[in-house]
């Protein structure tokens, strides 16, 4: 057992923890239920971070293109040192602290046995790739995801339309069925299939249940039910009822009560016994409580490595080209639309660490400033469109609208005079037109954007937010807290507390946002529309007029299994 100088009780002040399990790191705040305010914090970095290119946690081997692994076991870390480390900042009395919630990277999908044991820490799977946690951003199983949409146009599967008529490479299907035709002994051997979120909880609790949001976006559980086992079965022959088999636990409502914390977690974290654990929830949909925009017409967008967008919406419409949508996938009594971004912040990292000379970095930390502002700060008095530069934000594939993680990135109008600093610009613009493209389809197709709020790492960047709102020619709220997926996770946990009815309440009272924060330039605003014309027809030729770059990704996979042979 942890245990902390004991804080004296705050005259009846009651708290929850939130757990934000990230791409690289996980983060815990201590919230006060009362008003939301966060009162300690910290973050623990993985181990392992994101397995890309070798197989560090086992013999080293390296690793196909497009595949991205992590080890469960840095999760459990971040429950052993973020957890207790926060307590101690924040100086509140473990025994004031009333829940606990947690949100993950989506579609992270883990092989377990009954006691939840992941396949990669068994002896025998080790060193199997396919025995570790697939990460949200691993496409390898880009294959399986266009068969599976090919079987569902055939045979005019309903549910396809909740997807936007297409599925990602990202979604527990297309990665379980990877798995079982790739690492069939790996597929058998494991008894449970599980997203990160619910295998976190199962962790916290000691029992297993599945998160309703992850399960309707991630897991194609839609009107309470998997797809059917005869179309699981066209797929592959084990697939069938051998797949949803492994999928046996309830699926609960987001601030459910998902348990009680178990006596193991209890001597991780440092908290009680026993004190009630939220049912899991999508690290990026849990933004909309921390900002406090979980009404129809509130659109959240979070970014950070990638971007998310989450939307209720008081009515269903089909919307051609989403992640999803989810009846009660933000908040009960709404349907939740979600679209997204798959390279943003990633996008913005590895140019400035391929690309940018050192002096600039160098300048950069001189003027004691961030990479990207400083970056940013070279290219303020330029007018827009000034560089002759457009790009398209493909770096990492296409989620929203095109889904395809085959799609690459573009920079149109480089000469001899260009400069770091204005592609790095044209990267952010092409970001920023990418979100305005998701914007438009859902209002082309019936659903209502009333405002738009924007949280994660990003929001940090004054200079970035500005040129977003003009950019979209909207204005854009801005989330009080950096740290807004675990403050959003404190909320739901202070619903499955019985702290508040429900998650609309919740985010009433402890919900904390800057409403309009940056407002448009109409200026500026009208000299993006015209840069925002020449996106959309890149958008249309390389996206759909062209096979060019699914091509120029064969002749890559091609070569190096070539030279993967020749090695061997």
Not at 132 to 146: G, N, P, V
Not at 194 to 221: C, F
Not at 386 to 397: C, K, M, R, T, Y
Not at 421 to 426: K, S, T
Request: glycine share 10%.
């Amino acid at each position: 057992m942890t245990h902390h100088p004991e804080a004296a009780s705050d005259s009846g002040e009651r708290y929850t923890v939130g757990v934000d399990f990230g791409t690289l790191s996980g983060r815990a705040v201590i919230t006060r239920v009362r008003d939301g305010e966060i009162l300690g914090e910290a973050v623990h970095a993985y181990e392992h971070g994101v397995m890309d290119r070798i197989l560090t946690a086992g013999d080293s081997r390296p690793l196909a293109s497009d595949v991205a692994l992590q080890v469960p076991d840095d999760y459990r870390q971040v429950l052993r040192r973020a957890v207790p480390e926060a307590i101690v900042r924040s100086g509140v009395a473990p025994r004031d602290i009333v829940g606990i919630g947690i949100d993950v990277t989506s579609a992270t999908v883990i092989f377990t046995d009954d006691d939840g044991l992941p396949m990669c820490e068994t002896t025998r799977f080790r060193n199997e790739p396919h025995a570790y946690a697939k990460l949200w951003k691993h496409h390898a199983a880009q294959d399986q995801a266009h068969r599976i949409v090919a079987l569902a146009e055939q045979r005019g599967e309903p549910w396809l339309a909740r997807y936007g008529g297409d599925l990602s490479s990202e979604l527990l299907l297309p990665k379980a069925l990877e798995t079982l035709e790739k690492a069939p002994a790996v597929y058998a051997r494991a008894t449970r299939i599980v997203d990160a979120v619910d295998w976190i909880t199962w962790q916290l609790t000691g029992r297993l249940s599945y998160a309703a949001g992850d399960s309707g976006y991630k897991r194609m559980y839609q009107d309470g039910r998997y797809p059917a086992p005869e179309f699981l079965a066209a797929l592959h022959p084990d697939f069938g009822t051998v797949f949803t088999a492994k999928m046996p636990a309830p699926v609960l409502p987001l601030g459910a009560r998902a348990g009680g914390l178990s006596a193991a977690a209890s001597a991780w974290t440092g908290l009680p016994e026993g004190i009630a654990v939220a049912s899991g929830n999508i690290d990026a949909h849990v933004h909309a409580a921390s900002v406090n925009a979980v009404r129809p017409g509130q659109l959240t967008g979070i970014l950070g490595t990638s971007t998310c967008w989450v939307l209720p919406a008081a009515e269903y419409r089909d919307v051609p080209g989403i992640f999803g949508a989810v009846d009660g996938g933000i908040v009960a009594g709404a349907w939740g639309y979600e679209a997204g971004q798959s390279a943003v912040g990633d996008m913005f990292d590895w140019f400035t660490s391929t690309a940018v000379p050192q002096r600039y970095l160098d300048e950069a930390e001189s003027a004691d400033m961030h990479v990207n502002d400083y970056l940013m700060s070279l290219t303020e008095a330029q007018g827009v469109g000034e560089s002759g530069l457009i790009a398209l934000d493909w770096f990492n594939g296409n989620r929203s609208i095109l889904i395809d993680s085959d799609l690459s990135g573009l920079v149109v109008g480089q000469t001899l005079r260009t400069s770091a600093p204005e592609v790095f610009r044209a990267l952010v613009e092409a970001t920023a037109f990418g979100a305005r493209t998701i914007i438009d389809n859902f209002e082309a197709h019936g659903v209502p954007i009333t405002d738009v709020t924007v949280a994660g790492g990003l929001v940090q960047s004054a200079m970035i937010m500005q040129l977003y709102a003009d950019a979209l020619n909207r204005p854009l709220g801005v989330a009080r807290v950096l740290q807004a997926g675990a403050h959003g996770s404190a909320i739901h946990a202070a619903v499955a507390a019985g702290s508040y009815p429900d998650i609309a309440a919740a985010a009433s009272a402890m919900g904390r946002v800057r409403a309009d924060a940056y407002r448009p330039d109409p200026a500026r605003a009208a000299q993006y529309d015209r840069l925002y014309a020449h996106y959309r027809e890149l958008y249309r030729l390389f996206g759909t007029g062209t096979t060019v770059m699914h091509q120029l990704r064969d002749i890559s996979r091609e070569a190096a299994a070539r030279r993967t042979r020749h090695q061997e």
